[in-house]
């Protein structure tokens, strides 16, 4: 063939452009599907519906409810407390699924310190970092 091509050609090859660009994103498309469903597994609500389909008779979730954060300086110790409230969400989604809360407990966990000696008197002031997990156990009532 010469340098020259036909519009017949010049118009499959654009065709046959498109249509590697449309599986391309027809690829692309599928694959974030996939990840958006893969995620959705491995969070609470998705663990619940594995759990509810396997047919376990309980389902314990732990969600973050707060967090503090210490920061110890040349003699003081201050702190700041951070409260969450995105976990109603999910946990009236892991209901609607069909599990009933059973029971709720709370528990802080220590994720780190610092200290400082005091200033002018003896002994030191600790600031201490962590945070405050939910922990629901639900019931499958079936």
Partial sequence: MGMFKSDEEKAAE???RERVEAARQEALQAAAVEAAEQKRIAG????????KQAGLRFYEVQLDVGMTSGSATFGEATGTETRSSSHLGTLGEIEALGWRLEHVGYVYQVTG???????????????VSGKTVGI????NPD
């Fill in 14 to 16: 654009k065709a046959e």
């Fill in 136 to 139: 629901y156990l639900f019931r």
């Fill in 44 to 51: 609470p609500v998705g663990q619940a519906e594995v759990a």
């Fill in 113 to 127: 310190e610092e200290t400082t000696d005091k200033f002018v008197s003896t002994g030191q002031r600790v600031a």
